[in-house]
């Protein structure tokens, strides 16, 4: 791993900082009783990892699979369910927790397949948002920061598989990569 093409965009002490936070507000939001947490692998795993352990009410703890990129660093449009849940959702107040919300179009598929299955409630909490490259709507109820149109790797997110197990969220320089 040459660091030379990786600049710290977040550092872990600001991402577990944030993440209190979150799970702060998420404690005070949600009415008496069990959390849901649905973690899209797997790039959200260390999202939900460190999350989950803020939390103060009892969660269960389930993983979906999607796969939409390959091994390119946009999305291909095409969603394809990789792993689905083990535990029914119906009747449950659901958090979807997502890394990073691109151009919208996994968290669109996904919303679609979860809401038929009947959850009390469904919001979304990803760590991180570029708005700017929205295609599909999505509305994220809990965002960890806006990060402008770069791509970034590390704390779970990968290019090509590499560089998930990073302590900060850092730029991947293009030319470099
Ligand atoms: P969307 O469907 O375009 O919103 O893509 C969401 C997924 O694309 C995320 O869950 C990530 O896996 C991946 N992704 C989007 N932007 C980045 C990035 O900057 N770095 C790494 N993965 C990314
Ligand atoms: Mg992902």
Same mark, same amino acid.
Do not use: W
């Given at each position: ?33 069990? /959390? ?58 659901? /958090? ?21 299955r009947r959850p009390r409630s ?13 295609l599909r709507p999505v509305h ?10 770069q791509f970034v790797v590390g ?16 730029? /991947? ?5």
């Amino acid at each position: 791993m040459g660091q030379s093409k990786l600049q710290v965009l977040l550092s872990a002490d600001q991402i577990s900082a944030r993440i209190r936070e979150l799970g702060a507000q998420i404690d005070a939001d949600y009415p008496e009783g069990a /959390l849901h947490l649905v973690c899209i692998l797997k790039g959200a795993c260390f999202f939900l990892a460190d999350l989950a352990r803020v939390l103060e009410r009892e969660v269960f703890v389930d993983f979906m699979g999607i796969s939409s990129y390959g091994a390119q660093k946009s999305t291909s449009g095409e969603v394809r369910l990789t792993k689905d849940l083990d535990i029914s959702i119906e009747g449950r107040d659901v /958090l979807i927790v997502e890394d990073i919300v691109d151009s919208g179009v996994t968290l669109n598929y996904l919303i679609h397949v979860l809401e038929q299955r009947r959850p009390r409630s469904i919001r979304i909490a990803a760590l991180l948002d570029k708005p700017e490259r929205r295609l599909r709507p999505v509305h994220v109820s809990y965002v960890g920061f806006r990060i402008p149109d770069q791509f970034v790797v590390g704390y779970g997110l990968d290019y090509a598989e590499r560089y998930r197990n990073l302590r900060d969220i850092c730029i /991947l320089d293009e030319a470099a990569s």
